[in-house]
């Protein structure tokens, strides 16, 4: 009964932090709503491209894509010690802007970032994108896999341009 009711009080507490700290619309945040879903079953992939190693200090992974929904698989995430020790979890950032990630004022935090999603190791999470050129990087250098669910492409670039 103790587990129950501290989970019940964990997702009330998540709740009330999302209210408090204000999700908003698009413009009142600046950064455009992900549809997180690691709970997911795994899409029907039509495409799906390996990005690699990515995090502040690192190079960014750069991908196209024609759009819609994606699939964000993280893998070989160190687990961080003060967020959580026993979970391995990256927070997954992607932008457009040709400049590449800015590191943010918090370590780890990406000041550019027009989309940001947790990740838990091998756990897929959804996200819609429209077509464009991206740049990825994670918080704590976790290799991650795209895959696209539905029909279109989806392609690992090299660097801006």
Not at 18 to 38: F, I, K
Not at 71 to 78: L, Y
Not at 112 to 128: D, F, K, S
């Amino acid at each position: 009964m103790g587990v129950a009711v501290s989970r019940r009080m964990l997702v009330v507490a998540l709740l009330a932090g999302m209210v408090l700290t204000g999700c908003g619309s698009p413009a009142e945040s600046g950064h455009l709503p992900a549809t997180v879903a690691p709970s997911a079953p795994a899409c029907a992939e039509t495409g799906n491209v390996q990005l690699g190693r990515s995090g502040l200090g690192l190079p960014a992974a750069w991908f196209h894509t024609t759009g819609g929904r994606l699939q964000v698989t993280a893998t070989a995430i160190v687990p961080d010690a003060q967020l959580n020790p026993k979970t391995a979890v990256t927070e997954v950032s992607i932008g457009t802007d040709g400049a590449g990630p800015q590191p943010g004022p918090q370590a780890g935090s990406v000041a550019n970032a027009r989309w940001q999603l947790p990740a838990q190791e091998n756990l897929p999470a959804a996200l819609e994108l429209p077509a464009g050129k991206y740049w990825l990087t994670t918080s704590n250098g976790a290799e991650v896999r795209l895959a696209l669910c539905q029909a279109g492409t989806i392609e690992a670039v090299s660097a801006p341009g």
